[in-house]
């Protein structure tokens, strides 16, 4: 239990962990629990823009955009004549929702190829990539990026870990 401990105190005083043995040398930089679940994620910034948050964390981290939430958001409520600050619709139901169409439709426009198809469980399994997917549970509608599944778990790359009724 000493060693443990001892290895524990001395990983959280330097923050990084460096391994020597003959010519190998690894070091590699501690992460935190937050950064070890926000890695690869685009955090959301307001209610209505987990659209735009899943395809900024799906073009930025796994296609290297350099393509942003607010980029996103903008560009498709300008199109849909919506030319509000995004702090300001905060409040404002419906218009600012953004729909897998406008979705692809911005990726499109940056030259990505985006279609929209209904999956079911067991195709879902067998992707290779991560895709945004759709989620109702309850009356709250969400996207989020799928990163894979199996046969008891999803791995989704959100920031909510609980929706509620």
Known sequence: MKVISLLLLSLSLWGS?????????LHKPIKSWIE???DKLTRQNYDYSC????LATLLSHYY???ISEKMILESVLEAKGITKEASELENQEGNNEL???NLSQY????GFKAVGIALGMEELKKLQIPV???V????????????KMDEKYAILCSKRTRLSA
């Open 51 to 54: 659209g735009s948050a899943a």
């Open 99 to 101: 729909s897998f169409y």
């Open 17 to 25: 962990i460096t391994i020597t043995q003959k010519e190998f040398v």
């Open 107 to 110: 990726a499109s426009s940056h």
């Open 64 to 66: 290297d955009a350099n």
């Open 136 to 147: 109702k549970i309850r009356k709250q509608e969400h996207f989020t990026v799928l990163k």
């Open 132 to 134: 945004i997917v759709f």
């Open 36 to 38: 070890f679940k926000n």
